[in-house]
């Protein structure tokens, strides 16, 4: 009886019959298949993920910018800070500071960090609105090498949308410059590697890698669509951009969410699907032109569906049809806004952005569900910033009187007086409020906000009066919304910080 060998499978054992030396070189080639699979398993790996993420940085590094800012900021009159107004120390102390050329009066000049990316050879250049907003003059520095600019060069301000913090600026380059283009943001994957280039904290050029964490993430505005990413973003990168591993810019590096103001690994990137839609407009127009559908709204809850009929909770259920296009079509308190320009409408937010995304003076199909029934209205779309406008110009005309200190979400707050504005250095023309006490109980406590730091703006529109910041926090909670955004400055340097709305 000849020798036999035993070969063991996932389903079953074989018995296979063979002389010694074929059973040897069956072995051997066993080995050599399993061997050689293993082989092209890693390469398959080395292929799916690069050993370095130097020939990328390479590729796109020239064209991300970093960006300084200067303001001028009124100098104070007196040693405020120092010792008390009216004490018998003040003319010691104003001497002692004019002696070491301190001289308290004098403008002085104050300077902020950034980052940016170059879109054309011609020298447009987008980043954020916080970074450059009341900027008196604006410098990009661009990164070193052959066929770079020597030196800085000023730009120009082309246009701003405090709505999704986008900047375009303008320089003028002595020879084309490198650019980067856009991706497709809605092609980004939940896990996909992505790489943040910046100036953060001021160290000058520099590169961070991770992945999306999130996608749609929804901070506080109405056009809101970040990419969550967990790539290290700090101060200095807003205004940088994320890019996929095919070298595209897939978001713009505005926000992160920190207990300290460093980053914790949770950051967000305004999507390029929305960033160029804005540039776009801001470059032909220098301003944005939005549509504007002209109705109050609010979600469609189970118990709403349920109430009227309605199969699926989904759609915008219209509350209030002021003055506009929508009323001059014929739209009514009480409909469900189904369909909008041929395209379903999922919830409040979708039919903002849709409608955002629409062209001024478009006529646009509406599907309504009415009393039991669906119907469909023409409406012609307005642009949404000339009725911001008109509404702002009519706001100040309210009966009752301006509260003059609140507490909201655990801060006190009041408007910020000319007294405040010399005690805290803040720059003319900068509107707010003032934050005069938190509670240390509280998540904003726990956020690193203080007494003394200015809210400037609140869901990324501008504050000046206690009753839009409640507004703005009643808008959100009827959007449905977690948290509130809040832009806070602290001597002149800006930081984002949401705030829960259950506070």
Same mark, same amino acid.
């Given at each position: ?26 072995? #051997? ?48 009159? *007196?040693?405020? @800070? ?110 996909? #590697? ?52 095919? @070298? ?16 914790? @690994?949770? *950051? ?46 989904? @759609? ?188």
């Amino acid at each position: 009886m000849q020798p036999h060998t035993i070969i063991k499978t996932k389903s079953r054992a074989a018995v296979m019959r063979r002389p010694d030396g074929q059973s040897a070189a069956l072995r #051997w080639l066993l080995l050599t298949v399993f061997s050689t699979m293993m082989v092209l398993a890693q390469v398959a790996m080395a292929q799916a993920r690069p050993e370095s993420l130097a020939p990328l940085a390479d590729q796109v590094s020239p064209a991300v910018v970093n960006i300084t800012t200067t303001t001028v900021v009124e100098g104070r009159t *007196g040693p405020q @800070g120092i010792v008390p107004e009216g004490s018998p120390f003040e003319d010691f102390f104003r001497e002692f500071q004019d002696r070491n050329g301190q001289q308290g009066n004098r403008p002085r000049r104050s300077s902020a960090l950034g980052s940016g990316f170059v879109i054309s050879e011609d020298g447009y250049i987008v980043t954020n609105n916080h970074v450059i907003e009341e900027a008196d003059e604006i410098e990009i520095e661009f990164f070193p090498g052959e066929g770079q600019p020597a030196e800085l060069l000023p730009a120009k301000v082309v246009g701003t949308d405090p709505n999704t913090d986008i900047a375009l600026l303008k320089v003028e380059a002595p020879m084309p410059l490198s650019f980067v283009k856009f991706g497709d943001s809605d092609l980004a994957r939940v896990g996909d #590697w992505v790489v943040a280039m910046g100036n953060p904290l001021g160290q000058g050029f520099s590169v961070s890698a991770g992945i999306v964490s999130a996608r749609n993430r929804e901070l506080s505005g109405s056009y809101d669509d970040y990419i969550q990413t967990d790539a290290a973003i700090n101060r200095g990168n807003s205004g940088g951009p994320l890019f996929n591993m095919d @070298g595209e810019v897939i978001g713009v590096n505005t926000a992160i969410l920190s207990p300290n103001g460093g980053s914790i @690994g949770i *950051g967000f990137s305004m999507a390029s699907n929305v960033v160029t839609k804005v540039v776009d407009q801001l470059r032909e127009f220098g301003e944005t032109r939005r549509g504007w559908l002209g109705v109050r709204i609010q979600n469609v809850t189970d118990d709403v569906a349920e109430a009227m009929g309605l199969e699926t909770a989904a @759609g915008a259920l219209v509350t209030d049809v002021p003055d506009g296009p929508a009323k001059d079509a014929g739209l009514l308190a009480g409909d469900v806004i189904l369909s909008f320009d041929g395209a379903e409408v999922e919830d409040t937010r979708g039919l903002v952005r849709q409608v955002g995304n629409t062209e001024v003076g478009k006529a646009v199909r509406v599907v309504v569900y009415r009393e039991g029934k669906t119907e469909t209205l023409r409406v012609t779309l307005g642009r949404r910033e000339d009725a911001q406008r008109e509404a702002g110009d009519t706001g100040g005309e309210e009966a009752t009187p301006e509260v003059q200190e609140q507490e909201l979400l655990g801060l006190t707050v009041s408007r910020l007086s000319d007294e405040q504005r010399e005690e805290l250095n803040v720059p003319n023309g900068t509107d707010g409020l003032v934050i005069t006490n938190v509670d240390e109980a509280s998540e904003a406590f726990e956020k690193g906000l203080r007494a003394g730091d200015i809210i400037t703006e609140a869901g990324q529109q501008k504050l000046t009066s206690i009753r839009e910041l409640e507004t703005r926090i009643d808008e959100a909670r009827e959007a449905g919304r977690k948290s509130l955004l809040l832009l806070v400055r602290r001597a002149g340097e800006p930081r984002f910080v949401a705030l829960n709305l259950a506070e």
